[in-house]
């Protein structure tokens, strides 16, 4: 297989996290902050709101880049744990540092999303927003008839 | 807030897909399909195989960028939905052209996935593995005790 064609992919932030404040726990689940979208961009947020549940995918840019790539660690650091690989893991130091987080979408006013459950420091550069849709395992959330998937 | 210090974030694929055929229907979700990682990160896949399904976040690098941000669309080209954002959808135009597809683990073979229900074309690049956990809404998943989350 040709690996040449892509060696480097270049990604634009379409927003950044706002958080009530730079002290936060973010992982605290419970806490709700912003997704402050380009102004430019706001009318893609249309209609988002008839959703319980968005997945955001973000990026780490405060993962220190040492140039060495992890590929094992124990989970959540806990030594008492197997290592294993970092695919394995919700690690945040994966080779690119991309964050996956489901969260809750509160209400969305403008160009501006609040969520609760993201687990991502004041700043952070988010790459896209996805709705949580029948593609991924439904349980208890909502989702509008129009995006609702059709099974052939 | 500060929006100069990310003009544009790097990144660098980890692997790619690979089809049987680049005719398959690749929406047809009962199609395995291989994940041929970079072979320096081969143990970063040390048990993975515990995990039932992963997240698969690809590069659509088949979009073409006609250097327009698309707004609004129509879900899944149907004339007959309502216009809704972009990010309201999971089409593939997203400002940032990123796939995000839960997929089934069938199995690993040292540096190769084979996963099954992966909409991606054949020399797709992948971007990030991550397992499916408590982190996202579970369902009947199989998930390793060592992943499992501890909650407060």
């Known amino acids: 297989m040709l690996l040449l064609p ?4 270049k990604i634009r932030p379409i927003g950044f996290v706002e958080r009530a404040s730079s002290d936060e726990d973010v992982k605290d689940k419970s806490l709700v902050s912003r997704i402050v979208l380009k ?3 706001t009318k893609a947020l249309d209609s988002i709101e ?3 549940h968005v997945f955001v995918i973000f990026w780490l840019h405060n993962i ?4 060495k790539t992890v590929l094992k660690v124990h989970p959540r650091g806990l030594a008492e744990l197997p290592l294993v ?3 394995a893991t919700r690690a945040p130091v994966h080779p690119n540092p991309i964050g996956l987080t489901l969260v809750e ?3 969305r006013e403008g160009n501006v999303l609040w969520v ?3 687990d991502a420091v004041n700043g952070t550069p988010v790459l896209d927003i996805k709705p949580f849709n029948g593609w991924d395992v439904v349980m208890s959330t ?4 129009w995006s609702t998937k059709i099974d052939k």
Not at 142 to 145: F, I, L, Q, T
Request: hydrophobic share 40%; aromatic share 12%; no cysteine.
């Open 105 to 107: 979408l509160v209400k």
């Open 50 to 52: 008839e959703f319980s």
């Open 142 to 145: 909502r989702v509008p008839k």
């Open 85 to 87: 690989g970092i695919f």
């Open 116 to 118: 609760k459950g993201l």
């Open 6 to 9: 892509f060696k480097k992919i």
């Open 39 to 41: 102004k430019d961009l």
């Open 64 to 67: 220190l880049n040492t140039g």
